[in-house]
């Protein structure tokens, strides 16, 4: 029987812009200390912070401020770091400025399996990236 080696980083924070570098050097650290590569590692924290910053920027749009937090959960095994992003993410966010980068295109093209899905009762958006180890 092979034993598989796995670890999950999960971290909830509030929805505010001093918190992206936080998330990034959190999430670096935690990434620093997985088997992945170093390829994988970059596209991971920048997809992490990602997430936070479009969370930030939906918050703006929608609420004008206000409280809310993201959750970003990184599972990593013996092939896939999976990456799992939990908010209202500006992604989905029709109204978005159309001269801004296309984030989710973006993340697309880094990641080697995307989804994202909307649950329309609560407008809650879910985010998995899947990177290859």
């Known amino acids: ?3 598989v080696e796995w670890a999950v980083f999960t971290a909830t924070v509030p929805v505010r812009v001093e918190q992206l570098a936080l998330m990034r050097v959190r999430v670096r650290g935690w990434v620093a200390d997985s088997k992945i590569t170093d390829h994988a590692r970059h596209d991971v924290v920048w997809a992490a912070s990602e997430a936070v910053s479009s969370a930030i920027d939906h918050l703006r749009a929608r609420r004008g401020g206000g409280v809310a937090e993201a959750t970003v959960t990184l599972h990593v095994d013996a092939e896939v770091l999976v990456l799992t992003a939990r908010d209202h993410f500006a992604w989905t966010d ?3 400025d159309p ?4 984030s989710l295109m973006v993340m697309r093209e880094m990641t080697d399996r995307m989804s994202l899905t909307t649950d329309p009762d609560t407008d809650v958006s879910t985010l998995i ?3 290859l180890r």
């Open 1 to 3: 029987m092979t034993m």
């Open 94 to 96: 029709p109204g978005r």
């Open 99 to 102: 001269g801004s980068i296309d």
């Open 129 to 131: 990236a899947v990177f």
